[in-house]
């Protein structure tokens, strides 16, 4: 039999605590009578249903494995050692203290040593850690964190720059605001040339975003 890993448990544990999709639905229902309305009225009956799919959407980063995602690379690079930067990745997740949207762009940035990726699995890993209640700092952490581990380049920049609900629709009531954070590791952190090639080329970047 296989040595259960650490991650294993979790998994474990995290899969047999999952309540049902009627008891998730339940839930709703009982949310939509503490917001002081009615679910069985006509336009509510579907609402508890929709929700829980939502929910599916919204956080479906549990289901995914970052480092599975970036498994896959290329050796074959031909010499190619300059930065590889994805600029503006849009970015959607959920403030894990009141559940509503952080909405804002990621821009990682990486220096290879011998192997890079598919340039869509660095989006593929913002968005599996993304799709889950976050706080940016601990999201910030995780993408750089993950693509260090996996790929082993010579560094890894991760800039958020996100827009918090939580702040803007409720609470303090600031529209507007910017929330930044980094992570810079290898010789993101070290050498400082490095990080201001990195920042340079995500500033400005309104004037040269090409629409697709
Ligand atoms: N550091 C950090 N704080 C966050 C993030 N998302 C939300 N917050 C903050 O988390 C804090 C939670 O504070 P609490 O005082 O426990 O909650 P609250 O009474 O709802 O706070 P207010 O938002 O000030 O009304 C708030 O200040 C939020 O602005 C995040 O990604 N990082
Ligand atoms: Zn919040």
């Not at 959407?57 to 300059?82: H, K, M, V």
């Not at 996996?150 to 890894?156: A, H, I, K, S, Y």
Request: proline content about 4%; glycine content about 6%; overall charge negative.
């Amino acid at each position: 039999m296989d040595i259960e890993t650490p991650k294993d448990a979790l998994n474990r544990e995290v899969g047999l605590k999952r309540p049902s999709r009627a008891e998730a639905e339940a839930a709703i229902r009982t949310l939509i009578r503490w917001a002081g309305d009615d679910p069985a009225r006509e336009g509510l009956q579907d609402t508890p249903a929709r929700v829980a799919r939502a929910y599916e959407e919204f956080f479906r980063g549990y289901a995914e494995d970052p480092e599975d995602i970036l498994t896959r690379t290329f050796e074959e690079i031909e010499g190619y050692d300059e930065m590889i930067v994805l600029r503006d990745i849009r970015l959607e997740s959920h403030c894990e203290h009141h559940m509503v949207p952080i909405v804002g762009v990621a821009h990682v940035g990486y220096l290879p040593d011998k192997r890079v990726v598919g340039i869509s699995k660095l989006a593929r890993v913002v968005d599996a850690y993304a799709k889950r209640l976050q706080i940016q700092e601990k999201l910030t952490a995780q993408i750089a964190n993950t693509i260090n581990d996996v790929l082993q380049p010579r560094g890894v920049a991760v800039v958020i720059e996100a827009g918090h609900e939580c702040m803007s629709t409720r609470g303090v009531h600031k529209t507007g605001v910017a929330m930044v954070t980094s992570r810079m590791l290898g010789a993101f952190r070290d050498n400082p040339s490095t990080r201001r090639e990195f920042l340079a080329m995500i500033s400005n970047r309104r004037s040269v975003t090409v629409e697709t």
